[in-house]
């Protein structure tokens, strides 16, 4: 079943230098019980994409297509439609907890508002689903807790308040935005691990959005690779990691570090840095990082292509991207 369908979803944002495409055309579909991952550099459009979804965009934000939960636009509610719609039907976790947790009310607080707010519990039985929640995403001595302040949990311990916050109304659509970033790798397991086993459980959808290629892979069914607010190539995560073919998710796999490499060895990198917003290219948004861009790179905006029936690309000389991965790759 068809929850989530993203159709020529724009994100504009109001700057001093003047308007900023974040999000341009992206296009995206989930069905109930599926995990996505979104994935690319900073700066790439995702986490501009999680807000749109959630309607957390700043105040110089703008969106504009069909963002469909159920078949309802989003973009069509009020604010306090929305209200009831967000952290009920889809929650998020925000990547630093310490920021998006409200350092003067205790943690158990925090849980109780959506519980009574969207499911409409008294009191005590928010408090009694508070316990619960924190005790089954793993914190100790839940029923102690729950009077604790976010600045007296460490950071594993806050972001686990986060995903229980975000788990209480039992959403149809749970976004997850760089969720391990602070934590160490241990505990970036851990995390992870306990994502995985909720969605499973409740039977949730997940947006898994990360700079971490190998997370994205052990955590997602399917994948979008950003890059300058659109998307460059997406499908099924098993296809796009077996066949790397546009040229920057190519990029992006030949800068993870790789088994046995020596230490003195040196990452391959993507020339360059991600483009303006304010000044795209006008042509595709990876041409001047590209290897092997021509003049139709910077002229025309490539069309989406079907290398399959779950794997797209957007690029003007693919078979020449292919060709150069079964040859090594184009970042040697």
Request: proline share 5%.
């Amino acid at each position: 079943m068809l929850l989530l369908d993203v159709e020529n979803l724009n994100v504009d944002l109001s700057t001093a230098k003047g308007p900023a495409r974040a999000v341009r055309n992206l296009n995206i579909q989930l069905e109930k019980g599926e995990t996505l991952g979104i994935v690319g550099e900073s700066g790439c459009g995702k986490s501009m994409t999680a807000l749109a979804l959630m309607g957390l965009l700043p105040d110089n934000g703008t969106a504009t297509g069909a963002i469909r939960l159920g078949g309802e636009n989003l973009l069509d509610k009020s604010e306090a439609e929305m209200c009831r719609i967000r952290g009920n039907r889809i929650a998020m976790i925000f990547q630093e907890p310490m920021t998006s947790l409200n350092p003067v009310h205790t943690i158990g607080r925090q849980i109780m508002e959506p519980l009574r707010l969207h499911r409409g519990l008294d009191k005590k039985d928010a408090m009694e689903e508070v316990v619960r929640l924190l005790d089954r995403v793993g914190i100790p001595n839940p029923s102690e807790r729950v009077r604790n302040y976010p600045h007296q949990l460490s950071g594993g311990q806050r972001q686990r308040v986060m995903i229980a916050l975000a788990l209480s109304c039992a959403p149809d659509i749970l976004i997850a935005d760089e969720p391990t970033t602070a934590l160490d790798v241990t505990i970036q397991d851990q995390i992870l691990d306990l994502i995985q086993t909720l969605v499973e459980e409740e039977g949730m959808s997940l947006v898994l959005i990360s700079h971490d290629l190998g997370v994205i892979a052990e955590n997602t069914q399917k994948v979008v690779v950003m890059y300058g607010g659109t998307v460059v190539e997406s499908g099924n995560t098993d296809k796009i990691f077996d066949e790397l073919t546009h040229p920057y998710t190519q990029g992006l796999f030949a800068a993870m570090p790789k088994v046995g490499m020596g230490r003195n060895k040196r990452l391959t990198t993507i020339p360059g840095t991600v483009p303006d917003l304010v000044n795209l290219p006008k042509g595709c948004t990876f041409t001047d990082r590209c290897p092997i861009a021509t003049d139709a790179c910077r002229d025309t905006v490539p069309a989406i292509q079907d290398m399959s029936s779950t794997h797209q690309v957007a690029c003007h000389h693919m078979q020449n991207a292919i060709t150069a991965r079964e040859t090594g790759g184009l970042y040697k």
